[in-house]
């Protein structure tokens, strides 16, 4: 199982730098915004 640390240079690498081409700064605060929302989007529909 990937860890978060892994799955943001993953992320970072492909998605920030390979489609959006936007610097690594903007990525790792995109990656914290996009998992905060995941895991509120889970505790939403938790039981």
């Known amino acids: 199982m990937a ?3 892994s799955a ?3 992320y970072s690498a ?3 730098k390979g489609y959006l081409g936007i610097s690594e700064k903007g990525c790792n ?3 914290d915004r996009l998992v905060e929302n995941m895991k509120a989007g889970y505790e ?3 039981p």
């Open 3 to 5: 860890t978060q640390a």
């Open 44 to 46: 939403a529909l938790a």
């Open 14 to 16: 492909k998605v920030c």
């Open 29 to 31: 605060a995109a990656f």
């Open 8 to 10: 943001k240079k993953i």
